[in-house]
């Protein structure tokens, strides 16, 4: 499974976690690892863009 495929599976488990109406420090940890997967994500995304316009 790449990066992107485990960050995303990752992404969707805290996602599901969130609905579940955790307490309000499960919930803030949520959102902050959920922004570190969109963080990762978006480092991904604009390197594999840069990879592909050296071609």
Do not use: C, F, H, W
Not at 24 to 31: A, D, G, V
Not at 34 to 44: D, K, R, S, V
């Amino acid at each position: 499974m790449s990066t992107g495929a485990k960050l995303l599976a990752r992404k969707q488990v805290l996602l599901e976690r969130l609905e579940s109406g955790p307490g309000p420090n499960e919930r803030e940890e949520i959102q902050a690892l959920l922004t570190q997967i969109e963080t990762a994500l978006n480092l991904l995304e604009r390197r594999d863009a840069a990879g592909s316009s050296d071609e």
